[in-house]
């Protein structure tokens, strides 16, 4: 029976840790938390609760840092005589590279770099992965495995784990913003929030699969809805005359500068 051990179980930890238990019934969770509302709530979850950082490493082969990037310098430094050869960091810390975790603690290990996001909370997850040499093929199996548990799942080169956070792991807030005028112009012409919530949720959810599955770029997904003269063009005129596309660029490329910020780089 696999086990894997969390240092942090704040709100991306405690989803990662739903969505293994929900799919992966047969694996042992352990946890590290020092928030004791948090504790409880992993006690009634029945999930291992650990003393201390170092707990975690002496429990469990595979150790999710689930902490915040400017804070896992301090939890390294506490974990790091008790990383083994066989011990699989596996980071989702934003920014942080194997490179940064290797110079932390002093010598190489198994590092698996991983970008997720918010909606692994309902099970819809996009999750970003890297792995770093001496990562095993069946140990990298095992942790897609926890996150394909969740949502959908993605392998990317390592170099591209900062580019990758303004694609899948910030975005979602990005949508959030999206979405708001449209709740909140819906409201102003008296129409219900939670019907403007419905159908412009199921309009996302639509317009992404047919981003996915439909087999059009997304140029020709827009001319399908863009007649001639008509509702949709004379929208996009705005959208286009206050630069909509150069501020998410814009966006992207800060989130990315950000991340490497975080990473001493």
Do not use: H, W
């Not at 240092?7 to 969770?29: C, D, F, R, T, W």
């Not at 199996?141 to 580019?163: C, H, L, N, Q, R």
């Amino acid at each position: 029976m696999e086990s894997i051990g969390f240092i942090g179980a704040g709100n991306m930890g405690s989803a990662i840790i739903k969505g293994i238990q929900n799919s992966l019934p047969q694996v042992e969770i352990f946890a590290y938390e020092p928030n004791l509302e948090r504790v409880e709530q992993l006690k009634n979850n029945k999930v291992g609760i650990l003393k201390c950082e170092a707990d975690v490493l002496d429990r469990c082969k595979y150790v999710v840092l689930a902490v915040k990037p400017q804070t896992l310098p301090e939890v390294l430094g506490k974990i790091k005589d008790n990383i083994t050869s066989e011990t699989v960091l596996v980071s989702i810390c934003a920014g942080i590279s194997g490179e940064f975790i290797e110079n932390a603690i002093g010598k190489s290990a198994k590092i698996i770099l991983v970008m997720p996001n918010t909606p692994l909370m309902v099970g819809e997850g996009a999750t970003a992965l890297s792995r770093l040499p001496g990562v095993k093929d069946d140990e990298f199996a095992f942790i897609k495995s926890v996150f394909d548990a969740s949502g959908k799942t993605a392998e990317i080169p390592p170099d591209k784990m900062k580019e990758i956070i303004c694609i899948n792991s910030s975005s979602p807030a990005f949508i959030y913003l999206f979405a708001k005028p449209f709740i909140d112009y819906a409201e102003e012409n008296g129409i219900s929030a939670d019907a403007a919530k419905l159908l412009f949720s199921q309009t996302l959810i639509g317009a992404a699969k047919m981003i996915k599955d439909s087999g059009y770029t997304i140029d020709e997904l827009i001319k399908m809805v863009s007649s001639p003269g008509g509702t949709t063009l004379a929208g996009l005129s705005a959208l286009y005359d206050g630069k909509f596309t150069e501020a998410i660029t814009d966006a992207c490329r800060r989130c990315t500068n950000r991340a490497y910020e975080l990473g001493g780089k």
